[in-house]
């Protein structure tokens, strides 16, 4: 996908094979314990030159975008699941673990999610699926009465990647984790 149109437009063999080269470095390294993804590194590191690693990820997020892809689909079938659960407080509590282990488990993954700009139209896209996704979930629980009627989907998006950086500038545990998420949902009822 081109990131200004959104049209899918086809890889030569050898640029298919060069980006796949990138994304296999690049999780190496994260595999290894070292996430800053230097772009120079991994051209290096991957046998090509740093104006194709360039070409197919102008920038880290971009890197992190494609990196991210599988997780966010994950995430986007988790939404809809949710919003398709006949309980929808339970749908919603649900999602919420779910999306929280995942962006505890994977800081790229994280910046992705809480990122207000997209590098490329396929991480837009997704991000707009997820969104209606969540809004179906919160009416349906408006509409039973267990959410507030001002939070709206980004604001949740917003409060979980707040739970994310909590854990982490602290000590990293995950009984924080699960502290914060309850501080949450108890914040997502309805006033008294």
Known sequence: MTPKTGRVTA?????ARNRARVLQVAREQ???GDDSLQLNAIARLAGVGVGTVYRHFPNRHALLEALSVER???????????????????????LL????????DDAGFAAVLESASDAEAR???MKAELERAVTDLLDRA???????HDIEADDVRRLLCGIV????TGDGNPKYAELY???LLEGLRPPR
């Open 11 to 15: 890889l030569r063999a050898d640029a």
């Open 142 to 148: 408006r509409h039973a009465g267990v959410v507030r």
């Open 123 to 125: 991480t837009s896209v």
């Open 181 to 183: 998420l309850n501080v």
């Open 97 to 104: 673990r779910f999306a929280l282990g995942r962006a505890l």
């Open 72 to 94: 966010f689909q994950q995430l986007v079938s988790e939404a809809q699941a949710a919003a398709a659960d006949e309980n929808a407080l339970t749908g919603l509590h649900r």
């Open 165 to 168: 950086h909590a854990v982490h």
């Open 30 to 32: 994260l595999a290894a």
